[in-house]
Every structure is written in structure tokens, then in C-alpha cells.
């Protein structure tokens, strides 16, 4: 029990901080936030009561749930509005849902199946062009909907499957070259010039600060001026007065650090490094290795989060709209993590 009361109390601490910085910036906002919570925390108690194992383990429910997460995709691309240049959320009423935060959870899942009947064998070209276009199908179609930082969370999770699988330093060398070749062509293509606008942002951040690096400035702002215990609640001149750009999502760990300060922001990151440890730990005793690689990409998913979102707020990668995990407005991020906890939380049960 006491792997699964250190993974709960880690991410009830982000959820937590995640609440109190929402309150401040819109009382509708944060209810509708409180609802996704206890959804999100109700899926993890109530997936104890579940044959999950059997579940999870039956190769035809793994691909029928990967390919539902595609076909949700394939329908945003049609249905959903275009939002802030992307189309993300299919829109039911007054709900919105992002399939994409699905789509990492079910390639977790399939790789998860696919690495542990494969990962003594992954040098084989078969099984690596196997994996590829596992990852390709849903990659191509987030790209499609504009999605650039979720394809950068898909790309991450096939590489990370990969590389602990212990893919041969040859294939290592091969695809860094074919990264090289494909770069320009991907650039030169497939980029959308707000794209290559925003990668040029980070590499000069100081040139166009009013501009396609305002959200980032307001951001370094914001947390600059926070000092040790911030500025205090509903006090931050950034958040409250709209400089800083989607405080609530996007940027709310620079919005958590303007009003409660720089040891609130080292608290929270050291509150999820403790989850992706006890998650780490959990993968490292499960018995199964379906079970190990379920928890490795959890990880991993969750690692490229923080690296992404945590990097947009300090201009040190590009504003790709990633959430923080747990701690971001929204109901598809909670429910997602939600679901990913639940899971991992089960095995640390069973294990």
C-alpha cells in the first residue's frame, strides 16, 4: 500500500495546487474543474473493483481501444471547429473532449502489448517498422489537426518503447541520420509557418516579445516578478489582468508562480517527480511485462508533459499547447492521467 498512497498523495498535491490557482482566476472555471476531479477520482477507486488485468491483456480489447482513439481523430478532423489554430475538441453541448489525450493512452496500451510479446526480438527490422506505424497512424493524424505538441508526446513514447527495449546502437545511428535528411523536408512541407514562427521564438526569444513570443515573455514576467511566496491570491498583476495568455491552461504554472510563489512551483515539480518515481517503482515490482511497460510509458507520457509545458513557460521549447498533467484546466487531461493512474494503481494492488 504504500507504492499506491505515494502516487495518489503526488498527484492529489498537483490536482490540489491545480484547484487553488484555477479558483482564483474564474469561480466557473474551477467548478467545472472540482466536477472533472471527482470523475477523474471516482474512475480511480472504482477500477480496483474491475477485472482489469483480463482486460488489458486480451489482445483484440487493446486494438479495438486504439482504434477507437483513431476514429475519434479522424472525426475531429471533419466535425470539430478550428480552435486557436488547431483542431482538438469535438463539441457535445457544453462539453468539449479532446481525443488526442486518448490517443496517448491507447498507444501506451498497444505498445505496452506489442513490447512485451517483441522486446527480446525489437532488432528485428519487422518489429521496429511494426512499432513505427503503430505510432504513425495517430501522428499523422494529430498533425493533421494542427496538434504539434501532442505528435511530440507520440514520437516521444515510440522512441522511449524503443530505446528500453534495447534497440541496437546501429538502428540508434540510422534513425539519427534519416532525422537528419527528413528534418529540412518536414520543415520546408509539412510546418505551418506560425509553426516555424514559434521554433525561431525560442531560438531569438528577445526578437518579437509583443509578438509570436508574447505568451512566453508574459510568462518569464510572471514568474520573475513571483519572488519566494508570490504575489498572493487573485494578486498576480499578469493572471488577473490578462498579460499572461491562457492562465487557467497552457501557462498555469507560471500563473501558480506569480501568486504563490517560487517554492509553490518547486513544490509541484518535486510533488511529480514523486509520481513518475512511484509509478517507476510500481512498473519495476508489477509482475507482468505488459504490466512493466504500461508503467514505462505512464512515464514517459507524463515526462514529456512537464518537459514540454514546463519549457513553454521559460521559453525553452515552443508553445505547442501541451497541458500539465493534473494541475491544467480541462476535462480530458484529468480524465486521461485519471485513467492512466487508475490503471498503474491496480497493479500496484495486484503486484
Known amino acids: 500500500m504504500k507504492g499506491s498512497r505515494g502516487l495518489l498523495l503526488s498527484a492529489g498535491f498537483i490536482v490540489f495546487a491545480g484547484l487553488l490557482e484555477i479558483s482564483s482566476i474564474s469561480t466557473k472555471l474551477f467548478l467545472t474543474q472540482l466536477s472533472w476531479v471527482i470523475l477523474g477520482a471516482a474512475l480511480i477507486f472504482g477500477f480496483l473493483y474491475f477485472d482489469w488485468h483480463s482486460i488489458l491483456r486480451s489482445r483484440p480489447i487493446v486494438w479495438v481501444i486504439y482504434a477507437v482513439s483513431l476514429g475519434l481523430l479522424i472525426l475531429t478532423y471533419f466535425a470539430a471547429p478550428e480552435i486557436r489554430n488547431t483542431r482538438s475538441w469535438l463539441v457535445l453541448g457544453p462539453i468539449r473532449f479532446q481525443p488526442v489525450e486518448l490517443s496517448k493512452v491507447a498507444l501506451i496500451l498497444m505498445y505496452a502489448s506489442y513490447f512485451a510479446r517483441r522486446h527480446l526480438s525489437i532488432a528485428r527490422f519487422s518489429n521496429i517498422l511494426g512499432s513505427f506505424l503503430l505510432f504513425l497512424l495517430p501522428a499523422f493524424a494529430t498533425l493533421r489537426l494542427n496538434d504539434t505538441g501532442s505528435t511530440l508526446v507520440l514520437f516521444g513514447i515510440w522512441l522511449g518503447f524503443l530505446l528500453v527495449s534495447g534497440l541496437p546502437r546501429k538502428w540508434i545511428i540510422a534513425g539519427l541520420i534519416a532525422l537528419m535528411i527528413l528534418g529540412p523536408v518536414g520543415w520546408t512541407y509539412f510546418l505551418k509557418d506560425y509553426q516555424k514562427a514559434r521554433i525561431v521564438g525560442v531560438l531569438n526569444p528577445e526578437s518579437n516579445s509583443l509578438g509570436i ?15 519566494l511566496w508570490g504575489r498572493g491570491y487573485k494578486q498576480g498583476p499578469q493572471t488577473q489582468l490578462g498579460f499572461l495568455t491562457e492562465p487557467a491552461t497552457d501557462f498555469i504554472f507560471p500563473a501558480l508562480i506569480e501568486e504563490w510563489g517560487l517554492v509553490a512551483g518547486l513544490l509541484v515539480i518535486a510533488a511529480f517527480l514523486s509520481l513518475v518515481f512511484h509509478i517507476l517503482r510500481i512498473g519495476l515490482y508489477a509482475d507482468q511485462n505488459m504490466e512493466k511497460f504500461i508503467c514505462l510509458g505512464a512515464a514517459i507520457m507524463l515526462g ?28 480530458s487531461n484529468i480524465l486521461m492521467s485519471s485513467l492512466l493512474l487508475a490503471i498503474i494503481n491496480a497493479i500496484w494492488r495486484r503486484s
Open 213 to 227: 513570443n508574447y505568451s512566453t515573455s508574459q510568462a518569464k514576467i510572471a514568474i520573475g516578478s513571483a519572488g
Open 304 to 331: 514529456l508533459h512537464l518537459l514540454l509545458n514546463g519549457g513553454m513557460a521559460v521559453g525553452l521549447t515552443p508553445v505547442v499547447g501541451v497541458p500539465f498533467p493534473f494541475l491544467s484546466y480541462g476535462g
